[in-house]
């Protein structure tokens, strides 16, 4: 269903790849898994598999469609649910789905069924600029169904969502994975992508480390853990031992026949354990000066229009506006100001909401 050989992409345009010779193949009907931490590659590569993003290097094909070769047809048999919500805001919800619907030359879904199914019932004539913020995103979710893709990107699917939302979004993406859709999640979630998934690759500084299923990840890298936690001398005590050891199995039968046994169940390794086993890197770990680097080739790169903006926004406030204050003092000093973007960064002196 989809075929990706030696993807590369650099948003610089030069040897700084973002994806870095990425290949994998997805069949039809499959749950495919795309985990890593932020500024992995993940986006990247799901925007040139749906379009967003124009193919530098390498043979993708999806659905059929090479992407080598222009063809608006494949529009047609995807559906993508981003992360971050793109509905408009001056527009119902239920306008948003009539209007998105309109886009494709096929038979689409009803609006009112959509936005029932993902719990938006009774907001149907209601503006998107009034819906919270998980509410946008489910509406986002919805909107991705409506053309009946056979091809559904889903970008982080239950993000900033309840646990009983989350666990409505994951029953649809299981409901419509029946029906015969392929799925390539895209997630640092490990959680969801061992609950969902057939198969995940794991990306890493824009390279796959590794794929397979989230069982024979468990059964080749994973470790066998029994936790008890038992009474000695009046405190409690938690052990976590291996049953394959000799020694700790030793160890169990000498708390079993001598200690009051509080808890004990095994344990398999997470997902999470065996990612970082492979990789080497955590979920949340993207070192600040790589962070730094691609910020400031991404602003570099639309500074021009966004000056415009800044500029008209500078005569509007004042300096008290703390973007304003940053970029003025960033067009003034650039280099000094690059660097305290990184020592704000890295001290947190900022909310975590403005990156």
């Not at 379009?51 to 494949?74: A, H």
């Not at 080739?297 to 509007?316: A, E």
Request: proline share 2%; hydrophobic share 35%.
């Amino acid at each position: 269903m989809i075929k990706v050989e030696n993807l590369y992409h650099s948003y610089t345009k030069d040897d700084k790849y973002a994806v870095n010779d990425v290949s994998f193949h997805i069949k039809s009907g499959e749950i495919f898994g795309f985990l890593g931490p932020s500024g992995a590659g993940k986006s990247t590569t799901q925007n040139i598999l749906t379009g967003l993003l124009t193919l530098q290097q390498g043979k993708v094909q999806v659905g059929g469609y090479d992407l080598g070769k222009e063809d608006k047809k494949r529009f047609n048999e995807i559906g993508v649910s981003f992360e971050q919500s793109n509905v408009y805001s001056k527009l119902t919800a239920i306008e948003n789905l009539r209007y998105y619907a309109k886009l494709f030359d096929v038979p689409t879904r009803n609006p009112e069924e959509l936005i029932k199914m993902v719990g938006l019932d009774g907001t149907e004539k209601q503006k998107a600029s009034e819906f919270s913020k998980g509410m946008k995103h489910r509406l986002t979710f919805a909107r991705s169904l409506i053309n009946n893709p056979k091809i559904w990107f889903l970008d982080e699917p239950t993000t900033g969502l309840d646990p009983t939302i989350s666990a409505k979004i994951k029953k649809i993406i299981r409901e419509e994975n029946d029906k015969g859709v392929t799925c390539f999640l895209t997630t640092h979630n490990m959680y969801i992508a061992d609950e969902l998934c057939d198969r995940v690759a794991f990306i890493v500084d824009g390279k796959i480390a590794i794929i397979d299923s989230p069982k024979e990840l468990k059964l080749k890298y994973g470790k066998k853990i029994i936790e008890v936690e038992y009474v000695d001398m009046n405190e409690r005590v938690m052990k976590r031992l291996e049953p394959e050891s000799e020694k700790d199995r030793e160890v169990l039968k000498g708390i079993i026949d001598s200690k009051k046994i509080l808890t004990m169940h095994s344990k398999e390794a997470t997902l999470e354990e065996i990612f970082i086993e492979v990789t080497g890197r955590k979920l949340d770990s993207l070192r600040n000066e790589e962070w730094y680097e691609n910020f400031w080739s991404s602003f570099k790169r639309i500074k021009n229009s966004f000056q415009r903006f800044l500029l008209l926004c500078w005569n509007i406030h004042n300096t008290d506006c703390a973007l304003c204050a940053f970029i003025h003092g960033a067009r003034e000093n650039g280099e000094q100001y690059r660097r305290v973007l990184v020592l704000q960064y890295e001290t947190r002196s900022v909310s975590d909401d403005i990156w």
